[in-house]
T-cell receptor
Framework: GQNIDQPTEMTATEGAIVQINCTYQTSGFNGLFWYQQHAGEAPTFLSYNVLDGLEEKGRFSSFLSRSKGYSYLLLKELQMKDSASYLCAAFKQAGTALIFGKGTTLSVSS | ETGVTQTPRHLVMGMTNKKSLKCEQHLGHNAMYWYKQSAKKPLELMFVYNFKEQTENNSVPSRFSPECPNSSHLFLHLHTLQPEDSALYLC??????????????FGSGTRLTVV
């Protein structure tokens, strides 16, 4: 089966660090993606992990544990503009379309 | 602009109307997708096209009819929709067959309201 779970909502304050978790079960694994979607806009690519470990890209980092079916997105030095929905996605099965979690709505306050 | 253009951005239609959504990409991508995004629900895969051929129909009702005349254009024809079909319809494209290149480029979506 294919199932991706992530928290529905999170809140944080400017300058803080937040970790958004994602667990997945898919019949084929060929990488895990994180996307950011601001209200009314297209989802945009943030990160891709296929091997275990941490991938760092500026203020954003993404971690993957294939054995645990677990990933997280780490956002540091939060800014108001980081308020958005964060989507976790994995392949339905190898070579086919991505399936998405429900998304985590992050609200950053001052 | 992401490189994937969807029109119209907003659409209000009655249940007896027929309308079409359009998606266009000039990124040289070979695969295009329709997804439906409803509030509080994950993006739902609707249709997949690879090199103009439909390779996946995710049990979508026949009132949604896709068309892919070439690798750059994708349409979603709508007829006799229901109010529960109101949602954001997202088009995406990709040029890879695996790995990082398989990341999608999304359009901004069409916000559809069925009245």
């Amino acid at each position: 089966g294919q199932n991706i779970d992530q928290p529905t909502e999170m809140t944080a304050t400017e300058g803080a660090i937040v970790q958004i978790n994602c667990t997945y079960q898919t019949s084929g694994f060929n990488g895990l993606f994180w996307y950011q979607q601001h209200a009314g806009e297209a989802p945009t690519f943030l990160s891709y992990n296929v091997l275990d470990g941490l991938e760092e890209k500026g203020r954003f980092s993404s971690f993957l544990s294939r054995s645990k079916g677990y990933s997280y997105l780490l956002l540091k030095e939060l800014q108001m503009k980081d308020s958005a929905s964060y989507l976790c996605a994995a392949f339905k099965q190898a070579g086919t379309a991505l399936i998405f979690g429900k998304g985590t709505t992050l609200s950053v306050s001052s | 602009e992401t490189g994937v253009t969807q029109t119209p951005r907003h659409l209000v239609m009655g249940m007896t109307n027929k309308k079409s959504l359009k998606c266009e990409q000039h990124l040289g991508h070979n695969a295009m997708y329709w997804y439906k995004q409803s509030a509080k629900k994950p993006l739902e895969l609707m249709f997949v096209y690879n090199f103009k051929e439909q390779t996946e129909n995710n049990s979508v009702p026949s009132r949604f009819s896709p068309e892919c005349p070439n690798s750059s254009h994708l349409f979603l024809h709508l007829h006799t929709l229901q109010p529960e079909d109101s949602a954001l319809y997202l088009c995406a494209s990709t040029g890879g067959t695996g790995g990082r290149n398989y990341g999608y480029t999304f359009g901004s979506g069409t916000r559809l309201t069925v009245v």
